[in-house]
């Protein structure tokens, strides 16, 4: 609890509520709809100015509502009517720095549903038997990037659809440009707007308190004349209150600057008294004597400050660069005028760079280690970096110039040494300087940058203004968010991404940027409906590529891949099953590849692949259920024009003989060594993975919806022990080429 709102006013003789001090009106509007009392909305959508006390007084009203903190209150105290009944806490998905789609998953998890789809939690919502009840505080917080707009996101997204659930009781904490676009969505007697600033639910009574309370020694205030005083302490409270115009923040930034920096202040001097958050600022310096201009500088980077805060080293720099000129020697003089308004935060940094478990089976990798505690600074209330930002000349040129700062301050241009704040929110700012697209050119910040963050950031970029590197980005930011992989394992997924979309030398960079991947992927075709694969060796000697016209005599057997795929696919051929007899070639010791046991039916669609001609096969369909063989070679692009009887697989020796293993889920792979049992290498799939494959030299195929990638493991592989290493439930995963089966 906060001292400065505890002993306010007492109302008919019942004691205030010892957090909040006040508000009797709503705190009893809000029982009612918590008790679900005839008459009572079924959605409150509470609002006011910034800094009126929404979220202390969400914060009261949920500490009535939750059974540990009820034994804290001395409820028989409090207006009964202001009580909410003993019930099962209400679910609270803090939207606060979160995308509208997490806050919604956030609820899905909390009620254990089993929701594929967004939409199909509000269906299960609307299917319980018993009303649940909601409330969401600070959605002016939510997003991981300001500028992105998230609020209004997760009004539509959520928020809306969410009150449109009978069996939903939603409170929603929510601007006022908000306000009345989530109530629109209801009729009227469903929904009630409490605007706090309104004459009905305005409260100065309790603002009075709350200023007295705050300036009484007990609370910790100075010992001073007005303080010591009861008579001149509640006089000061009464003339602060009635400046303030109803705002909490006001006041508070009031009292904390003469409380910080009593040194010439006098209460007899209305001039003193702030009537708003600006003039709290300004008030502030001039009785410093202090320029308010050279304050609000000072705070200015704080104003533009992302995430949790800004690291304390980069407030010079970028105070520099917004003033224009050297402010060092006003930072170091004016820390103390500066104190009143700002925040310390100890947060603990991510160790991104550190070696984590590959993902799961699930698709979830082991978090980032957490590094030392690091202090970040940022502004007491939003609104005071609203206030900020707003007296600047320009905002968009500001952020440039933030922007560049922190682009400078990036060491040798390398992400990987880049301060975190920096590299996860530099996006941000570019965003509202308009720059984010030409900053979306560098595979190296795609890997290092949280990927929540700058997914958000440039999703609020218009599609067509972004670059090829950046749409590949977006399509594979899903699998990055949802595998919370560390740096590592993201420019892994990237790197293919890359071959995919046809930009190599984006790829080739993730390696020459001293990241360790597991694999360098050899190429990818966007082929649709393969329904398994399989490496061997092609033994015919005179074979054709199907991007050349001329055959070339083989000098020795040629490692291919072999795809099952719909029949009629250009460049396939058609395998009849072989009779008694020819499935395994004489002396090799190896079968031969042919259509048999492949199961009808299991091929999904995909995109276009190279045709034999070179084309594009985009309007391939999947057979009327048969079956066919296409070659593709191993290790480079081009599909092979050959006769499939001709590609041996390899032995069940010499799988057991090769340095991995693999094993497969329904969307992921782990390759595994198999003298030492560890994962060398884990791959997510944002696709349902139709057929896989790992060539004894340690080349694995994969095939999904989208089409078919061959990824070279990179790592070495370990030397076998003395004594066999046992294995413990890792399974290998036999080639998925439609003759056994998928023994993963």
Same mark, same amino acid.
């Given at each position: 609890?906060?001292?400065?709102?505890?002993?306010?006013?007492?109302?008919?003789?019942?004691?205030?509520?010892?957090?909040?001090?006040?508000?009797?009106?709503?705190?009893?509007?809000?029982?009612?709809?918590?008790?679900?009392?005839?008459?009572?909305?079924?959605v409150i959508v509470l609002t006011g100015n910034p800094g009126s006390g929404r979220s202390r007084l969400v914060t009261g009203f949920l500490m009535m509502c939750d059974p540990g903190y009820r034994k804290q209150l001395p409820l028989d105290e409090l207006d009964p009517a202001t009580v909410p009944p003993d019930l099962p806490p209400p679910a609270v998905p803090s939207p606060a720095g979160r995308t509208a789609a997490q806050v919604l998953w956030l609820l899905a998890d909390h009620f254990g549903l089993r929701a594929g789809?967004?939409?199909?939690?509000?269906?299960?919502?609307?299917?319980?038997?018993?009303?649940?009840?909601?409330?969401?505080?600070?959605?002016?917080?939510?997003?991981?990037?300001?500028?992105?707009?998230?609020?209004?996101?997760?009004?539509?997204?959520?928020?809306?659809?969410?009150?449109?659930?009978?069996?939903?009781?939603?409170?929603?904490?929510?601007?006022?440009?908000?306000?009345?676009?989530?109530?629109?969505?209801?009729?009227?007697?469903?929904?009630?707007?409490?605007?706090?600033?309104?004459?009905?639910?305005?409260?100065?009574?309790?603002?009075?308190?709350?200023?007295?309370?705050?300036?009484?020694?007990?609370?910790?205030?100075?010992?001073?004349?007005?303080?010591?005083?009861?008579?001149?302490?509640?006089?000061?409270?009464?003339?602060?209150?009635?400046?303030?115009?109803?705002?909490?923040?006001?006041?508070?930034?009031?009292?904390?600057?003469?409380?910080?920096?009593?040194?010439?202040?006098?209460?007899?001097?209305?001039?003193?008294?702030?009537?708003?958050?600006?003039?709290?600022?300004?008030?502030?310096?001039?009785?410093? +004597?202090?320029?308010?201009?050279? @304050? &609000? #500088? $000072?705070?200015?980077? /704080? %104003?533009?400050?992302?995430?949790? =805060? *800004? !690291?304390?080293?980069?407030?010079?720099?970028?105070?520099?660069?917004?003033?224009?000129?050297?402010?060092?020697?006003?930072?170091?003089?004016?820390?103390?005028?500066?104190?009143?308004?700002?925040?310390?935060?100890?947060?603990?940094?991510?160790?991104?760079?550190?070696?984590?478990?590959?993902?799961?089976?699930?698709?979830?990798?082991?978090?980032?280690?957490? +590094?030392?505690?690091?202090?970040? @600074? &940022? #502004? $007491?209330?939003?609104? /005071? %970096?609203?206030?900020?930002?707003? =007296? *600047? !000349?320009?905002?968009?040129?500001?952020?440039?110039?933030?922007?560049?700062?922190?682009?400078?301050?990036?060491?040798?241009?390398?992400?990987?040494?880049?301060?975190?704040?920096?590299?996860?929110?530099?996006?941000?700012?570019?965003?509202?300087?308009?720059?984010?697209?030409?900053?979306?050119?560098?595979?190296?910040?795609?890997?290092?940058?949280?990927?929540?963050?700058?997914?958000?950031?440039?999703?609020?970029?218009?599609?067509?203004? /972004?670059?090829?590197?950046?749409?590949?980005? *977006?399509?594979?930011?899903?699998?990055?968010?949802?595998?919370?992989?560390?740096?590592?394992?993201?420019?892994?997924?990237?790197?293919?991404?890359?071959?995919?979309?046809?930009?190599?030398?984006?790829?080739?960079?993730?390696?020459?940027?001293?990241?360790?991947?597991?694999?360098?992927?050899?190429?990818?075709?966007?082929?649709?409906?393969?329904?398994?694969?399989?490496?061997?060796?092609?033994?015919?000697?005179?074979?054709?590529?199907?991007?050349?016209?001329?055959?070339?005599?083989?000098?020795?057997?040629?490692?291919?891949?072999?795809?099952?795929?719909?029949?009629?696919?250009?460049?396939?051929?058609?395998?009849?099953?072989?009779?008694?007899?020819?499935?395994?070639?004489?002396?090799?010791?190896?079968?031969?590849?042919?259509?048999?046991?492949?199961?009808?039916?299991?091929?999904?669609?995909?995109?276009?692949?190279?045709?034999?001609?070179?084309?594009?096969?985009?309007?391939?369909?999947?057979?009327?259920?048969?079956?066919?063989?296409?070659?593709?070679?191993?290790?480079?692009?081009?599909?092979?024009?050959?006769?499939p009887a001709q590609v041996l697989r390899p032995s069940d020796d010499e799988r057991a003989a090769a340095p991995f293993g693999l094993s497969r889920g329904a969307d992921y792979l782990r390759v595994w060594a198999r003298a030492t049992q560890e994962v060398v290498a884990a791959l997510v799939s944002d696709a349902p993975i139709t057929g896989a494959d790992l060539s004894?030299?340690?080349?694995?195929?994969?095939?999904?919806?989208?089409?078919?990638?061959?990824?070279?493991?990179?790592?070495?592989?370990?030397?076998?022990?003395?004594?066999?290493?046992?294995?413990?439930?890792?399974?290998?995963?036999?080639?998925?080429?439609?003759?056994?089966?998928?023994?993963?």
């Open positions: 609890m906060s001292a400065s709102e505890e002993g306010n006013a007492r109302t008919a003789g019942y004691a205030p509520h010892p957090h909040i001090g006040g508000r009797t009106a709503v705190l009893r509007a809000l029982a009612a709809w918590r008790m679900r009392w005839p008459g009572a909305p079924r789809r967004t939409e199909d939690v509000f269906t299960e919502l609307a299917a319980r038997e018993e009303p649940v009840t909601i409330v969401v505080p600070d959605v002016d917080r939510a997003g991981p990037v300001r500028a992105a707009q998230e609020p209004a996101r997760l009004i539509r997204e959520v928020l809306a659809p969410l009150a449109a659930v009978e069996t939903v009781q939603l409170l929603a904490d929510v601007p006022r440009e908000l306000a009345a676009e989530l109530a629109a969505t209801l009729p009227s007697g469903q929904v009630q707007v409490i605007d706090l600033d309104a004459p009905e639910w305005a409260d100065p009574a309790g603002l009075v308190l709350h200023a007295e309370t705050a300036l009484d020694p007990d609370t910790g205030a100075p010992e001073l004349p007005y303080t010591t005083d009861p008579s001149a302490r509640r006089a000061l409270a009464e003339a602060l209150a009635g400046r303030a115009a109803g705002s909490r923040l006001t006041v508070q930034l009031a009292v904390q600057s003469l409380i910080m920096q009593p040194e010439g202040f006098d209460p007899a001097d209305p001039a003193l008294l702030p009537g708003s958050v600006g003039e709290a600022l300004d008030v502030h310096a001039r009785r410093l +004597g202090a320029d308010p201009r050279t @304050l &609000r #500088l $000072m705070l200015a980077p /704080l %104003a533009f400050a992302e995430g949790e =805060g *800004l !690291p304390v080293q980069l407030l010079g720099p970028l105070a520099n660069a917004v003033a224009g000129r050297d402010m060092s020697q006003d930072i170091a003089d004016g820390m103390l005028l500066a104190a009143p308004f700002i925040q310390p935060v100890e947060a603990g940094t991510v160790d991104d760079t550190a070696d984590a478990a590959p993902a799961d089976g699930e698709g979830a990798a082991d978090a980032p280690g957490a +590094g030392p505690a690091r202090t970040l @600074l &940022r #502004l $007491m209330h939003p609104a /005071l %970096a609203e206030e900020i930002r707003a =007296g *600047l !000349p320009d905002v968009r040129d500001a952020q440039t110039k933030i922007a560049m700062a922190l682009l400078e301050a990036v060491p040798q241009q390398d992400w990987a040494q880049a301060d975190p704040y920096i590299r996860d929110h530099l996006a941000a700012h570019t965003l509202e300087a308009g720059l984010l697209p030409q900053l979306l050119t560098d595979p190296g910040l795609f890997a290092h940058a949280d990927p929540v963050v700058l997914r958000a950031a440039v999703e609020a970029v218009p599609l067509e203004a /972004l670059g090829a590197p950046a749409r590949t980005y *977006l399509r594979t930011a899903p699998l990055l968010t949802r595998s919370q992989a560390p740096a590592e394992m993201r420019a892994a997924f990237l790197e293919t991404a890359f071959v995919e979309d046809g930009l190599t030398p984006y790829a080739e960079a993730l390696h020459a940027r001293g990241f360790r991947l597991p694999w360098r992927t050899l190429w990818s075709a966007p082929l649709p409906g393969v329904q398994a694969v399989t490496t061997g060796a092609l033994l015919q000697g005179n074979t054709e590529s199907t991007q050349s016209t001329e055959g070339t005599e083989a000098a020795g057997p040629r490692a291919v891949v072999a795809l099952v795929v719909p029949e009629g696919t250009p460049g396939s051929r058609t395998v009849s099953p072989p009779t008694e007899g020819t499935g395994t070639e004489a002396g090799t010791g190896t079968e031969a590849v042919t259509a048999e046991g492949a199961t009808e039916g299991t091929g999904t669609g995909a995109t276009a692949a190279a045709g034999p001609d070179g084309a594009g096969a985009a309007d391939v369909a999947a057979g009327p259920g048969g079956r066919a063989i296409l070659l593709h070679d191993l290790r480079s692009p081009e599909f092979l024009d050959a006769d004894p030299d340690g080349v694995l195929v994969v095939a999904t919806e989208r089409g078919v990638t061959a990824r070279q493991i990179l790592a070495a592989a370990p030397a076998a022990p003395t004594v066999p290493a046992q294995r413990a439930g890792t399974t290998d995963a036999d080639a998925s080429h439609g003759l056994e089966g998928d023994h993963s």
